[in-house]
């Protein structure tokens, strides 16, 4: 599977829109791109993943650029309750599939 | 929201000692995955179960792990002799297919293993 890199930390102000970036220029034709994220010690949460489109669902947007090796998650309004680890992995769309979770980024949102 | 459910929370045991981990995925889920976090390192994949047997598992998971859905409700994770790096976070995931019906896994919130 493509290898993923995140910065390792963002700050972001509470209300305002948090955009997380991730490079995977090495991510093949039939890899996915998916981001999770981690609060505290807790199981990961699934937020959003796509394959050439941007998408968009209750939490989040994708865009992912033309040439695929490259994307970012937009939170469009964080929370505190956003503060988290997020993580960019990129996979084959494999039922059974595992996921390599990097180090992600660390966003934390502020006041 | 449908959830995945861990038990124990937290568990120790003596190091040798067998353990077993229990999940409840969500009902209508068909993939079921293992993973493990030790304190400040990444999440790591262990194993994925698919129709009674292992799909895929990672280099982790030797001759010392096994898995099992014994029941149709539950999945377990047994480690038969415990070694002190074993102490971690496992996280059992439910999936309930891939493609475009695809909803992302479900992680439990983690049993806290401790290996004195």
């Known amino acids: 599977d493509a290898k993923t890199t995140q910065p390792t930390s963002m700050d972001c102000a509470e209300g305002r829109a948090a955009n997380l970036p991730c490079n995977h220029s090495?991510?093949?034709?039939?890899?996915?791109v998916y981001w999770y994220r981690q609060i505290h010690s807790q199981g990961p949460q699934y937020i959003i993943h796509g394959l050439k489109n941007n998408e968009t669902n209750e939490m989040a947007s994708l865009i992912i650029t033309e040439d695929r090796k490259s994307s970012t998650l937009i939170l469009p309004h964080a929370t505190l309750r956003d503060t988290a680890v997020y993580y960019c992995i990129v996979s084959r769309d494999s039922t059974g599939n595992q996921f390599y979770f990097g180090t992600g980024t660390s966003l934390t949102v502020i006041p | 929201e449908p959830e995945v459910t861990q038990t124990p929370s937290h568990q120790v045991t003596q190091m040798g000692q067998e353990v077993i981990l229990r999940c409840v995925p969500i009902s209508n889920h068909l993939y079921f995955y293992w993973y493990r976090q030790i304190l400040g390192q990444k999440v790591e994949f262990l194993v994925s179960f698919y129709n009674n047997e292992i799909s895929e598992k990672s280099e982790i998971f030797d001759d010392q792990f096994s898995v099992e859905r014994p029941d149709g409700s539950n999945f377990t994770l047994k480690i038969r002799s415990t070694k002190l790096e074993d102490s971690a976070m496992y996280f059992c995931?439910?999936?309930?297919?891939?493609?475009?019906?695809?909803?992302?896994?479900?992680f439990g919130s983690g049993t806290r293993l401790t290996v004195v």
């Open positions: 090495t991510i093949s034709g039939n890899e996915y």
């Open positions: 995931a439910s999936s309930r297919t891939g493609g475009a019906d695809y909803y992302g896994y479900t």
